[in-house]
């Protein structure tokens, strides 16, 4: 039976549950007088239930999804307003013993190069990385209890924070590892992770286990739990999300707000971030052998629907999609990109040979980390390098009081002015930099407290003058 605050994961995920819902949306979605309440309760920004979010989903009234889309870009800039966090994957190891399907790194791919990061290869790598601007990594690794224990994630996380070159520095590891158990994922939050990762790729049950024929990914209930155990753990920060073309679109839509209603139910928070990946191409992996493939204009309604049913969870786009489409995203919802990303294990301090290929999918957007933050300012937006919440403490239920009182932006506009201009003055090109100190004079005025504008304006003088991390 359906539940909420289960703990099983067939009660919070429950495929009865989803049946019903898709119906519900389905025989609802001409139904303007249930879309217009839906619509009401959305713009009071206080969320959808998942049965809510499926008829705006399925809803095909034209008028309507245009009202979907404004409502979703109107969420967006009220809770994240111009800023874009930027962060870049770093791959340790593509040692696996799971047998997914949909990605090349599967323990039966005999031809692809694996590799694994030494403590030394890492600092080269977090050098590399630094010397781009970057100050928030995702690390990510295959499950391989040999190859890639929990110790190997533990000293690598503890190498990355210690690297200190230049002015640069990594100031929040996130992690995305395999499902584990809960001692391990105590150990995560003591080395001082950021969001700890991990995406459910298909809510399907069956699909599920036919993905995932080998290794112990196999098992489907000990991979939909392992959000509680990593809470359960201490680990305030959760990120999930699933791989879109997997499974019928609608289905996983259902998933992932069941999957955040239960976090929030049971943990009292919800998911910190929610990501959106699409199946891509890779060595091996041929997208097209997944007949459930999205198109664009479904993916930017998927986003902009997750956007107006969960505003408080940020939304984050990668480097597997292209700029184009990236460009539409940022609009409807997304509050977080990678740039300047490499999807292999090494090749930012050295490129990879012609003939190795380790990577976990062909990136579609090949900009560099400048290019990126150049785009963004060209349309706008102000690229964030902050990492400022972490730091003080603000994550879970604490980081969500403070961003549903609004006084988030007490703070994230001016981390945001802050960590920019330390890129501009650290990493930027020339063009880069003459465009953003305009962006950050402009900005910097729409900091609504005085004092704390005051403070801000201050603190870039003296990030002008050498001096550097600064926070709200
Ligand atoms: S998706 Fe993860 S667990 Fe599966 S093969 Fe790839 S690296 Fe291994
Ligand atoms: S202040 Fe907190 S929520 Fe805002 S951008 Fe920085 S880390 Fe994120």
Redesign the pocket.
Known sequence: MYQANGRKAEEFINHEEILETLAYGEKNKDNRTLVDEILAKARLRKGLSHREAMVLLDCTIPEKVQEIYQLAEQVKKDFYGN?I?MFAPLYLSNYCVNGCLYCPYHMSNKHIARKKLTQKDIRAEVTALQDMGHKRLAIEAGEDPVNNPIEYILESIQTIYNIKHKNGAIR?VNVNIAATTIENYKKLKDAGIGTYILFQETYHKESYEKLHPTGPKHDYAYHTEAMDRAMDAGIDDVGIGVLFGLEMYRYEFAGLLMHAEHLESVHGVGPHTISVPRVRKAEDINPEDFDNGIDDDTFAKIVACIRISVPYT?MIISTRESQACRERLLHLGVSQISGGSKTSVGGYAVPEASDENSSQFDVNDNRTLDEVVHWLIQQGYIP?F?????R?G?TGDR?MSL?KSGQ?QN??HP??LMTLQEYLEDYASPATKEMGEALIAKEILKVPKEKVREIALKNIDLIKKGQRDF??
């Open positions: 800023r966090v929040r940020g964030s902050c990492t400022a919440c972490y003080e603000r980081f961003c988030i703070c994230c981390n945001a926070r709200f």
